[in-house]
């Protein structure tokens, strides 16, 4: 009986780790297309921006820091002195706060984990959070 | 602002300014050749040649303090030597005018005197002559050109993509007026030799002009003339009117000439050169057919959208094919928003003129810039041109702002 518990306890633990994997993954790919529609002009296929005016999203604080601070910049626009590794940005970001939840989550997925970028996934309640925070 | 000039002398280690080998190889037309003369040096905006042949170049991003650097070759083997730097702002623009040396930083003006002496300047003479323009970051580079009657005309670029309610926010509305057209979108003219000079000295020559980075004067006929960046965003604003193709060949980038009280048209439209139309933008309820802005003029040529056309130089020299002669130079620093399309421009064109219109179609003058055949990302593109400068021989000086490459096109019989 115990064999039985420890082993459900086993497959249930196995199946949470399998489906956090798949829901990281599949958050990816979700994220890489609301990354095509709504980011890819300004900070290109690669993250690699555009010089003196959209930042790269690579080698950066900004996405691979602070979660809050990234969710924030997404729901809110940025429109600051920009500086990265010695060159300023001077383009306005526009507020994303018309994106769901979940697209915000998918997008800094993405965005963490491509161009280079190992840093961990964002969940949906994380953004809900901070949206909840900004008002 | 307090200012203060710094002078340099230093080894090597900025940039480099011995014989170039080129990462690149630069296509031109036959009979032409071109050669490295200086390579490493950063941020190169726009460049200025003295009657002399000292080289000025101003940087984006300092480099030892510094923002502006001049070379020279002292023993005239054709390899640039020497190195001075000085002036501790970053920034655009930069020309020389009847002994002096004219260099902008984002907000203001600056003039030195041009000598004899060893280092052919004067930097200590300094002296501001405009200043307090906006420097709002977006557009904010502030290209200059200088007339023959004493004066210099400075491009003060919208800090804003189309004037709406919220910049750049999808269906935010467009402001009728748009106030930015008070201090900014326009080409401000000033005195030379005045110092200290902000809005209430100067005029506002032209307007309706999103954000001018290219302007020289045309000694032919006497006027200014200005390549203009359009409007961002037509496909991802707006794919009801516009689709991926056509919003990244639209709106045109254009060459205008300009008089003074001209309009040209922003933010209500801009230019289509599909339809050789004023085409009203959506936000100001524009649908791709609607035209608008009667009162505007209409460009001289419009180019392919978001080349982005970073320097004009109309051609007086006599080194050149007769062709040339009184023809405009553009370098276009190359796209980013035809994106998700692959990108376009990185080249100089040439366009030919007599008294001061076009009389044939425009070319690719020089290619090659980027290093490669097809520029996806932009990051991949190892130069993009930015600045021209003829030399007094008629040699054509071509700038980079990416990794700080002068180039110099030479015609050979």
Redesign the interface.
Known sequence: MKKMIISVILVAGIAAILQSQSTSTSSKARGKEVY?RYC???H???G???????P?LTQTEYVNGNKQRLIGIVLN?M?I?LEIN??SY??????HA?LKDQQIADVLTYVRSSFGNKSTAITAEEVKAVRAKNK | MKLTTLIFVFSATLGSCMAQQSDVSIKTPDGFTTTTVAANFG?VRHIAMNSNGDLYMKL??LSKGCGIVRLRDTNKDGVMDDTLSFGNYVGTGIAIKNGYLYASNNSSVFRYPLNNSKLGIDTAGVQRIVTGLWDK????SKSIALDNAGNIYVNIGAPSNVCQE?????KSKGRTPCPILDSAGGIWQFKVDKLNQSYADGIRYATGIRNCVGLDWNNEVNELFVTVHGRD?LY?SYPEYYDQKSGAELPSETMYMVKKGDDCGWPYVHWDHLQNKKILNPEFGGDRVKTGADNAISPLVGFPGHLAPNALLIYSGNQFPAKYKNGAFIAFHGS??R??EPQEGFYVVFVPMKNGKPTGKWEVFANGFAGMETV?????AKH?PCGLAQGADGSLYVSD??KGYVWKISYKN
């Open positions: 095509a890819l002009t300004c290109q296929a690669d690699g921006g555009v010089p003196r005016m959209n790269p626009g429109n002195p010695g060159d001077e383009n306005p970001m526009a507020s018309f | 941020r984006e991003r970051r977006q557009h904010n919220q910049d750049r926010q999808r965003e991802q980013w928003n994106s998700p996806v990302n932009l990051s991949a993009r702002d990416s």
